[in-house]
């Protein structure tokens, strides 16, 4: 009986580790993602990322644990059954062959009738929009474009799952935006499952249908972008998601009040350990006259063109607010910032892991 790939997860991986030799790289690691999904895998370098794609694809054996793809056991497959296609960070075109070589050579191996591939081809250009330089060589396209053939080359395989290791790493800033813009259009149109590997927070939250973060071969969180952000599970994805991060300030909880050095704050205490670490967003600490929450004197200004970082000093930490428009950056006099409702986070003190109350 055939089974209905549309209702099974694109991806499972169930306990999945990876040693080499007496090194641990992954361990237990459990994913389940849906059918068009775009699954980012995030982190800092070295915690694991291209390891566990690369486990994904088949290009290494895993250690203990199973992978599912399309609903079908692969843990023992070699990478050219598995229907999966890659786009690495370092894209080599070949160089002497046109860009509609380029995008067609796995399909003329797999000796793909003629019209067939040439249909194919024009239709993932068109898709790419480099259906206009079908004929030149790599050498004559820009980054961005020859970025485009490697995923040209990926797209023509229809496969069940796409893997994506830092594809836009050797890109700069601006085409880095621009091929972001252009690969989540490139999802929303053709639907495909997407496995997206990164160690930027901005690409993570701005692609992703769900993100799963990794710190030192563990999952440390998974969730929607939204949920990641307003409710990390722990001060490391607090600290690692968000630009600047989330303020992490130690305080103790005195007679249900919370207290930061000599700042007390009106704040839920119910449920919370004597000590704790409070979590706040620096967007979250608004400039304000009447009655507010802190009273900071500013150590450092900077002005980024839209919007200001005013940091100061509270809990032995240096705290960052985020503030619309310009500050003077001599300005050392005392000022007002309110915490917007909600917004605050708790984490315990020793190992970071959220509180929720
Ligand atoms: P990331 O892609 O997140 O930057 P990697 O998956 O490349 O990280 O590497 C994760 C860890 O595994 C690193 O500490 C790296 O040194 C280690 N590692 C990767 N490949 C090997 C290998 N072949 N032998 C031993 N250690 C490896
Ligand atoms: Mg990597």
């Keep these: 009986m055939a089974l209905d790939s549309g209702v099974q997860p694109a991806l499972e991986t169930r306990g999945l580790a990876k040693s080499y030799g007496a090194v641990e790289v992954l361990r237990d690691i459990n994913i389940e993602m849906g059918q068009g999904e775009f699954l980012v895998l995030v982190g800092p370098s070295g915690c694991g990322k291209s390891t566990l794609l690369n486990c994904i694809a088949g290009l290494e054996g895993i250690t203990a644990g199973s992978l599912m793809i399309g609903g079908r056991e692969v843990t023992q497959e070699p990478p050219k059954d598995r229907d999966i296609a890659m786009v690495f960070q370092s894209y080599a075109l070949y160089p002497t062959m046109s860009v509609a070589e380029n995008i067609g050579f796995g399909m003329k191996i797999r000796r793909v009738p003629k019209a067939q591939m040439d249909a194919k ?33 990926a797209l023509v395989r229809d496969p069940k799952l796409f893997l994506f290791d830092e594809p836009l790493s050797n890109l700069d800033a601006k085409l880095r935006v621009e091929m972001r813009a252009e690969i989540k259009r490139l999802h929303k149109t053709t ?13 993570a939250m701005t692609l992703a249908s769900r ?100 940091n100061f000093q509270l809990g032995g930490v240096t705290v960052t607010a985020r503030l619309p428009g310009r500050m003077d950056e001599d300005h050392t006099e005392m000022v007002g910032l309110g915490i917007a409702p909600g917004a605050l986070n708790f984490f315990d003190a020793g190992t970071g892991t959220r509180i929720d109350l």
């Design 211 to 310: 993100i799963v973060v990794l710190k030192g071969g563990d999952v440390q969180q998974i969730g929607t972008p939204q949920e990641i952000y307003d409710r990390p599970a722990n001060t490391f994805v607090a600290d690692f998601m968000g630009s600047p991060p989330m303020n992490i300030i130690p305080a103790t909880v005195e007679a249900q009040k919370l207290v930061m050095d000599d700042v007390t704050l009106p704040a839920p205490t119910i449920g919370l350990p004597d000590k704790v670490q409070v979590g706040i967003r620096p967007e979250h600490l608004t400039l304000v006259s009447v009655t507010p929450d802190l009273h900071v004197k500013p150590t450092m200004i900077e002005n980024t063109g839209a919007e200001c970082y005013l």
């Design 191 to 203: 639907g495909a499952s997407i496995v997206y590997v990164t160690h930027d927070q901005i690409e």
């Design 121 to 153: 081809i024009m239709e993932v250009a068109t898709l790419l929009q480099i259906d206009h330089l079908l004929d030149r060589n790599p050498s004559q396209l820009s980054g961005g474009q020859r970025q485009r053939v490697a995923m040209g080359r």
